[in-house]
């Protein structure tokens, strides 16, 4: 398994990072942004299909996870969803290994098919006030073909 290369920006655009990583089979970890806040739709994609993802550990700057930016990350084991506000459609769907999730206080809003894991028993909302969740499908459990 290999390591992301340094992303060194620190002023990103809209869209910075879509589809960056999208369908890598190698790489373990997702990398460190080292910008203190991301543009719009920075994560759109940007994880897609990535198989040999086994954590998940978001910064404290990132906001929005965008559309479908872990989608198909089937080998994560661990995510740190750090001070999200928004989890947009098909986030983390497809990711297979995940039981137990930890929803942040911070999370505010929560989109279809966020978390389609076919492994998830529980999700556990920290915050006093449950997120609004967008659809009657967010937590839907995929019965493995």
């Known amino acids: 398994m290999i390591s992301a290369p340094d992303l060194p920006a ?3 655009c809209n869209y910075c990072y879509a589809f960056m990583f999208q369908g890598c089979t190698n790489l373990a970890v997702d990398p460190v942004l080292p910008a203190p806040a991301l543009s719009t739709s920075c ?6 299909g990535c198989t040999g993802l086994k954590s998940i550990d978001l910064a404290i700057s990132i906001k929005t ?8 990350c089937t080998s994560v084991t661990f995510m740190s969803l750090g001070n999200v506000i928004k989890i947009k459609k098909n986030a983390f769907d497809g990711i297979t290994e995940i039981t137990t999730l930890g929803i ?3 999370v505010e809003e929560i989109h279809e098919n966020s978390f389609t894991i076919t ?3 529980s999700a556990v909302f920290d ?3 449950e997120p609004e969740i967008c659809s009657d499908d967010t937590f839907d459990k995929e019965t493995p073909e």
């Not at 994560?43 to 897609?48: A, E, K, S, T």
């Not at 996870?65 to 198909?72: D, L, S, V, Y």
């Open 104 to 106: 942040p206080a911070s």
């Open 127 to 129: 915050g006093v006030k």
């Open 119 to 121: 492994a998830l028993n």
């Open 10 to 12: 620190t002023q990103l």
């Open 43 to 48: 994560y759109f994609n940007m994880f897609n």
């Open 65 to 72: 996870i965008e559309n479908n930016a872990f989608q198909g």
